[in-house]
């Protein structure tokens, strides 16, 4: 009867406005609520059929969708560890539960985040969600991991009070050596000089070097020099000897010639491309950059005083961590008080087909769902992704403006359904009333 599918109509037409309402209603609440996507709902009308010359009305059936594709703008803040992404893409986090278990967590992803290291050191969110990264050497470098497959992500822990030593890896020499020692008569007497390094326990350690020119015994400059290397860590042993021969030409005067081997110690091959000689110090290898030859850098020889003046090195001592920021390829960094950084973990940004199929979670969370594809860990931005930006949120996708419209037409059209009830109602009752 079509009078009845009036009514029925009208009733779907309450439901589904009602349900607008409700979308309309938590949109306005999470106007201030960081990393929240607005929910729209969307109506689609119902065909039931008709007969001859009797129509049948279908009503309406409301369907919500969740615009995650959506971003909300960048508001910055001052503290280091507020992420949030700049482009597509979302942050790795799991459940606490998941992270403390020992089990490999579940997958779930944000958009942004206040995160802060809890009592145990594991960064989480005001919504208790921990922030997942792979863990990474203190350069950054990582070994290859699968990128469909969370497997490898762990829980980030940053140990506040645990130090770190740096050690030395690199020494750049720069010094000039005396041209004129190597002319004949001359005094023949070394030049020490001492370069710390750091130990691998944080300990600090030196490298005693001496230059002995070689004295001709013909006229002019032999502009050649023998290096002794000794090291503290080695009980002072001589761990490489050298000799060097400077160019004396018109272009080329004063510049690194030929670096030859002289047997003392465990010396490796000059590197002429790099100008590196590796040594073996006491706990490691090291890299002893004298320059290239020709280069304008590293050792030179020029008729002026002995000046090692450009002497620069890697590593630290022991320091207590000071700062922890996450940098926008995602590399999460800390700060020691001596000036050390060291990378502690890299925050992969996780990517779907369809962002708007994903299931939302409680405290702005989402997990994957067939409607949304299997996920892939990408590079912070790489790929489709975006970059990580520290010091940020995201706000929330909701216009008020416009959620304040939609709620003015939802009331219309509430109103108007429930005056179609009304009027059915009342056409009833003249029915009852004509049978009577």
Do not use: C
């Not at 030179?300 to 320091?319: E, H």
């Amino acid at each position: 009867m079509s009078i009845s599918s009036a009514m029925n109509a009208g009733v779907s037409g309450l439901t589904a406005n009602s349900s607008r309402l409700g979308t309309i209603s938590d949109n306005i609440a999470n106007a201030s609520t960081f990393g929240y996507k607005r929910v729209e709902t969307a109506f689609n009308s119902l065909v039931v059929g008709q007969g001859a010359g009797l129509y049948t009305a279908g009503g309406v059936r409301a369907s919500t969708v969740r615009s995650v594709s959506q971003d909300g703008a960048i508001v910055t803040t001052s503290n280091a560890l507020d992420l949030a992404m700049t482009g597509r893409g979302m942050l790795p986090v799991t459940t606490l539960n998941d992270a403390t278990s020992g089990n490999a967590p579940s997958l779930m992803m944000t958009r942004t985040g206040a995160f802060r290291p809890d009592a145990s050191g594991l960064l989480r969110n005001e919504s208790g969600l921990v922030l997942m990264g792979w863990p990474t050497a203190g350069d950054g470098t990582m070994p290859l991991v699968a990128r469909d497959t969370a497997a490898a992500l762990q829980p980030i822990r940053i140990e506040a009070n645990r130090p770190e030593g740096d050690p030395t890896t690199q020494v750049m020499l720069g010094a000039n050596l005396p041209a004129t020692q190597t002319l004949p008569g001359s005094s023949g007497a070394p030049l020490p000089l001492k370069v710390e390094y750091f130990g691998n326990l944080g300990t600090s350690e030196s490298l005693d070097i001496t230059f002995t020119p070689d004295l001709p015994g013909t006229p002019g400059m032999s502009n050649s020099w023998v290096v002794e290397i000794r090291d503290s860590a080695s009980d002072n042993a001589m761990i490489s000897t050298f000799r060097v021969t400077f160019d004396d030409s018109q272009t080329g005067g004063g510049a690194l010639a030929t670096v030859e081997d002289l047997g003392g110690g465990a010396f490796a091959d000059y590197d002429p491309a790099t100008g590196a000689i590796p040594l073996a110090v006491g706990g490691g290898d090291m890299e002893l950059v004298i320059g290239v030859p020709g280069g304008s850098s590293g050792l030179k020889q020029l008729a002026a005083s002995f000046s090692p003046s450009n002497i620069t090195k890697n590593g630290s001592p022991v320091g207590q961590l000071v700062g922890v920021e996450v940098d926008a390829q995602g590399f999460v960094k800390a700060t020691y008080d001596t000036g050390f950084v060291k990378a502690l973990y890299r925050i992969p940004v996780v990517d779907v087909p369809n962002p708007n199929g994903l299931i939302a979670m409680e405290g702005q969370a989402f997990k994957t769902s067939p409607d949304s594809g299997g996920f892939f860990l990408w590079d912070a931005g790489d790929g489709p992704t975006g970059a990580i930006a520290g010091y940020a949120r995201e706000a929330s996708t909701t216009d008020i403006a416009q959620e304040l419209t939609h709620l003015i037409t939802t009331q219309r059209a509430y109103s108007s359904n429930a005056k179609i009830i009304q009027t059915v109602d009342e056409m009833l009752q003249e029915t009852t009333n004509i049978k009577r």
